[in-house]
C-alpha cells in the first residue's frame, strides 16, 4: 500500500532552518504531483509547495516564497522541503502528500495520499 512518511520537524529559532523529508513508497508516481502543506491550530490546511514527480516543475504558496525549496529524488523516493529563515507563523503540522493526474496542484482535495504530518515549531 502507499505511504508517505514524514521526518525533520523539530524545533527552530526564528530566522533558523530545516529540512523536512518525505519517504514515498508503494507505488510508482510518474504522472503524480507530490505536495507539501501544513496545518496550524485551528487554522485549516492549506498549501505550501508542490513538485512534479517527472519533470521537476514546482510552485510555491506565497507565503513561503524565496524561503522555502522543495525538491526531489528519485533514486531515494524522497521528496524534501528546505525551510529557510523561519518565522512564528510557520509553526504547523506539515504534511506530506501524493496527487495523480487532473489533480489542483494546490488543492487539498485533489491529493489522494497522505502522510502522518510532522511537527515544526518556530520560536520567537
Known amino acids: 500500500q502507499v505511504q508517505l512518511v514524514e521526518s525533520g520537524g523539530g524545533l527552530v529559532q526564528a530566522g533558523g532552518s530545516l529540512r523536512l523529508s518525505c519517504a514515498a513508497s508503494?507505488?510508482?508516481?510518474?504522472?503524480?504531483?507530490m505536495g507539501w502543506f501544513r496545518q496550524a491550530p485551528g487554522k485549516e490546511r492549506e498549501f505550501v509547495a508542490t513538485?512534479?514527480?517527472?519533470?521537476?516543475?514546482?510552485y510555491y504558496a506565497d507565503s513561503v516564497k524565496g524561503r522555502f525549496t522543495i525538491s526531489r529524488d528519485h533514486a531515494k523516493n524522497t521528496v524534501y522541503l528546505q525551510m529557510n529563515s523561519l518565522k512564528p507563523e510557520d509553526t504547523a503540522i506539515y504534511y506530506c502528500?501524493?496527487?495523480?493526474?487532473?489533480?489542483?496542484?494546490?488543492?487539498?482535495?485533489?491529493?489522494?495520499?497522505w502522510g502522518q504530518g510532522t511537527q515544526v515549531t518556530v520560536s520567537s
Open positions: 513538485i512534479s514527480w517527472s519533470v521537476d516543475n514546482t
Open positions: 508503494g507505488r510508482t508516481f510518474s504522472g503524480y504531483s
Open positions: 502528500a501524493a496527487a495523480g493526474s487532473r489533480a489542483i496542484r494546490t488543492a487539498v482535495a485533489s491529493y489522494d495520499y
